[in-house]
Nanobody, 123 residues
Framework: QVRLIGSGGGLVQAGGSLRLSCAAS????????MGWFRQAPGNQRELVAG???????YYLDSVKGRFTISRDNAKNTVYLQMNSLKPEDTYVYYC?????????????????WGQGTQVTVSS
């Protein structure tokens, strides 16, 4: 019903920038909260940034001031601008959508997931 396709990952040097994009298909994009999660092997996914249907945002403390989440409802797309990247930002990043407009901090609160995109930051 809802399909998410993430893109924009890659290899970047420390201090560099990347922009992740997540294109959504399916109904009611503007009514859905969206999130970007990251996951290291063997660990649970953690919410890096979230944006509500109304545009409220949440950020993980370690990325505040460096990452910015935004959405373009006309394009059914959510973005994660990542600046001043650090080696510890190296993860697989996943976009996610939920059937509600409010942000949920837990991965169990999201109903749809993209395929994941690798971000690698070299020192």
């Amino acid at each position: 019903q809802v399909r998410l396709i993430g893109s924009g990952g890659g290899l970047v040097q420390a201090g560099g920038s990347l922009r992740l994009s997540c294109a959504a298909s399916g109904p009611n994009f503007s009514s859905r909260a969206m999130g970007w999660f990251r996951q290291a092997p063997g660990n649970q996914r953690e919410l890096v940034a979230g944006i509500s249907s109304g545009g409220n945002t949440y950020y993980l403390d370690s990325v505040k001031g460096r990452f910015t989440i935004s959405r373009d409802n006309a394009k059914n797309t959510v973005y994660l601008q990542m600046n001043s990247l650090k080696p510890e930002d190296t993860y697989v990043y996943y976009c996610a959508a939920r059937d509600w407009g409010s942000i949920n901090l837990s991965d169990s609160g999201y109903d749809y997931w993209g395929q994941g995109t690798q971000v690698t930051v070299s020192s």
